[in-house]
């Protein structure tokens, strides 16, 4: 926390608002996760949380690979990491982003429909008529009993456009196994059916896609039981449990001996790694309630806006006030902090214990490591763009 907090203090004021991630905490993090992990799963990093290249490369010892959503983000997590395995997932693959993922050789191809599959087949013809493509194809299971509840984006086991339901997976896996797409194997299944689990519900949904897995009766390499594990922005030192979560798929994998587990997960692995850290630019008192407005806003963290949370924060009192006139400060004990923007919707943390906060103090927003500025409406009102720093680079 002391070297970034002297970070933070180290900033000029036009540096502010800046994104700073501690590569050496993700890669400690990073290196815990993958010590509870049983040797026999492997665990590929989802993209889509945070593909900062340097996070991309800290992440490269502790995962077998990475996730892509998006020709766009196959591009660049190829060129990040070169020559790490690719699974090409996500609704809604183009033809040209196929082709383009065969051609570079992508590894697995997670098949979201039937459609989808033809595409594949189709392109695996023209572009790698020599090669066997691997494919997973997509379930979206309804989940055990009680495993969703207190989810925050349950993605499977209700109507969702992600997947197939499980008769269409396992019309897939026909397709797959009756010989009419030579240029098709089927390595395994995959499915990613709710994130904001704890372990125990992750485990309930692991033992439920494999038992759905094996039921198909036809061999199987690899079953990916996807993301999803929970970030808690209410009590961020209460921590995914890595350790009971691995020993779970530790006896899960000795019940399938041959299959290969493997897991995507996002938001845990880079959530903790991020600060969003700017300053108080104003305070003041509107019909009975205590505003703060920082440097910056929803718009480059959005996650606070987009989960419907409070993102915590630490303050930094800074003590220098150069003006000749008072300093606003805040006089109650809870104060909301908002950003530039002229919305109402721009919150970053609501009624924080905040006694005594003053213009010119500086707020260091935690968990910002993931879904943070890659979902932000950047363009939003024009402000510039906050600076980005890498601790331990
Ligand atoms: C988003 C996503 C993940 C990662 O989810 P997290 O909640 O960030 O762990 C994994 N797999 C798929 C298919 C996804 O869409």
Redesign the pocket.
């Known amino acids: 926390m002391s070297e970034l907090t002297d970070h933070v203090r180290s900033l000029d004021a036009c540096e502010l608002p800046s994104y700073i991630y501690d590569l050496k905490a993700l890669r400690t993090h990073a290196a815990a996760v993958r010590q509870a992990l049983p040797e026999r799963v492997e665990m590929y990093y989802?993209a889509?949380?945070n593909p900062e290249p340097e996070i991309l490369a800290a992440l490269a010892p502790y995962v077998d690979g990475y996730?892509v959503?998006s020709g766009g983000e196959l591009a660049h997590v190829a060129e990040a990491v070169p020559g790490r395995p690719l699974a090409f997932?996500?609704p809604g693959k183009t033809p040209d982003e196929v082709a383009d993922a065969l051609e570079r050789g992508v590894e697995r191809f997670?098949v979201e429909s039937a459609h989808e599959l033809r595409v594949l087949a189709a392109s695996a013809r023209r572009v790698t008529p020599g090669r066997r493509v691997a494919v997973l194809p997509r379930v979206n299971l309804p989940a055990p009993e009680g495993s969703l509840e207190g989810s925050s984006l349950a993605?499977g086991g209700r109507p969702a456009p992600f997947g197939m339901d499980p008769v269409q997976a396992r019309e897939v896996v026909g397709a797959l196994t009756d010989g009419s797409c030579p240029q098709l194997h089927l390595l395994g299944v995959h499915a990613?059916l709710a994130?904001g689990l704890e372990a125990a519900q992750q485990l309930g949904v692991a033992g439920a896609v494999v038992s759905w897995a094996t039921s198909l009766g036809v061999p199987l390499a690899e079953v990916n039981v996807?993301?999803?594990?929970n970030v808690d922005y209410v009590g961020p030192e209460r921590r995914f449990d890595w350790t009971a979560y691995g020993e779970g798929l530790a006896r899960l994998a000795e019940a399938h001996p041959g299959l290969t587990l493997r897991i995507?997960?996002?938001?845990?692995l880079t959530a903790y790694c991020g600060w969003y850290v700017t300053e108080v630019l104003d305070v003041k008192r509107s019909h009975g309630e205590e505003f703060a407005v920082v440097r910056g806003g929803t718009h480059h963290l959005r996650t606070p806006a987009a989960k419907g949370h409070d993102q915590p924060c630490t303050v930094l009192a800074v003590d220098d006030w150069p003006h000749p006139w008072p300093r606003p400060a805040a006089a109650g004990e809870r104060i909301t902090l908002v950003g530039q923007l002229c919305t109402p919707k721009d919150v970053l943390a609501r009624r924080v214990p905040a006694p005594g906060l003053r213009t010119g103090d500086r707020v260091l927003f935690s968990l910002a490591g993931?879904y943070a500025w890659n979902i932000s409406h950047h363009d939003f009102l024009m402000h510039h763009r906050p600076a980005v720093h890498f601790l331990d680079a």
């Open positions: 989802a889509k949380a996730e959503s997932g996500g997670h993605m990613h994130s996807g993301g999803g594990m995507e997960p996002g938001r845990a993931a």
